[in-house]
């Protein structure tokens, strides 16, 4: 069962065309990672998705929730704000850089929008941001500032926010890339636990070898389209494409 399908996406920015005629389609319980070279529009792919960006071009929709169709031309067309309010509710998205409010403790950064925005009773989200942090080690911390925690800490609390909504399939762009070697480690086993949990995820990443090992498939993007897909050991160790292999190649691997 789909839970996300992208249809013909292309995304220009001025006379930059970054995603040229991209189709892909992610199923409940399914682990995507988006491997490729900076520049070759990963990103942009993720932020077309969580609606961050609008798509010039192509198809858009969460099961039987549609973001947007295409015109007799191709161009998108959106959906209505009440239509789209409901769609973000399907997925949680996890930042690079974790954007945490500086000013909200812990706690609040969590529970700050399920209550404020979607109106939600104050306690069932307290209950349920309390049980998350604990899920991830941070029960301690809830009172804490970010500024407070380590690089780490506050990725994981970017992930118990992302969380907090029960979300269908979570979104992560470059989850370890502001983080030094020991803190990776950490959040990626948060992210193998989430595995583990059967919880469909799209990861754009530059952690080859955790690609390999998490993922259900793996999508190498060049140039702005989709250069191959498949199994992570078809794409990582026996790649059919030659722009795939030297990447990989200018990579150690």
């Known amino acids: 069962m789909s839970i996300l399908s992208i249809q013909h996406l292309s995304k220009s920015f001025g006379d930059l ?4 005629d991209i189709s892909l389609e992610v199923n409940k319980g399914e682990i995507v990672s988006v491997i490729g070279p900076s520049g070759s529009g990963k990103s942009t792919l993720l932020r077309c998705a ?4 609008t798509m010039d071009r192509g198809s858009l929709s969460y099961g039987e929730n549609v973001v947007c169709t295409a015109d007799e031309q191709g161009k998108s067309v959106y959906a209505s704000k009440a239509q789209l309010l409901a769609v973000r509710k399907c997925f949680g998205l996890v930042f690079q850089n974790f954007n945490l409010f500086p000013h909200f ?5 969590i529970i700050d929008a399920p209550i404020s925005v979607q109106h939600r009773d104050k306690n069932e989200v307290l209950k349920e ?8 080690n941070l029960a301690d ?5 970010p500024c407070q925690l380590s690089g780490g800490q506050q990725q994981r609390v970017s992930i118990a926010r992302a969380l907090i909504n029960n979300p269908g399939m979570l979104f992560f762009d470059e989850p370890t890339s502001a983080l030094d070697p020991e803190l990776t480690g950490e959040v990626l086993r948060v992210i193998l636990d989430l595995a583990a949990a059967n919880m469909t995820m799209l990861i754009v ?3 080859i070898e955790f690609a390999r090992n998490v993922s259900d498939r793996v999508v190498f993007k060049a140039g702005g389209v989709i250069v191959e897909q498949g199994k992570p050991d078809d794409v990582i160790l026996h790649p059919k494409e030659e722009r795939t ?3 990989l190649a200018n990579l150690g691997k």
């Not at 065309?17 to 040229?20: H, I, P």
């Not at 403790?105 to 950064?109: D, E, G, Q, R």
């Open 17 to 20: 065309l970054v995603l040229k």
């Open 50 to 53: 969580t609606l961050l960006e």
């Open 105 to 109: 403790s812990v706690l609040k950064n």
């Open 129 to 136: 941001a309390r049980h998350l942090l604990a899920k991830l």
């Open 141 to 145: 911390k809830e009172d804490a500032y």
């Open 205 to 207: 990443t530059h952690e």
């Open 245 to 247: 292999r030297n990447f």
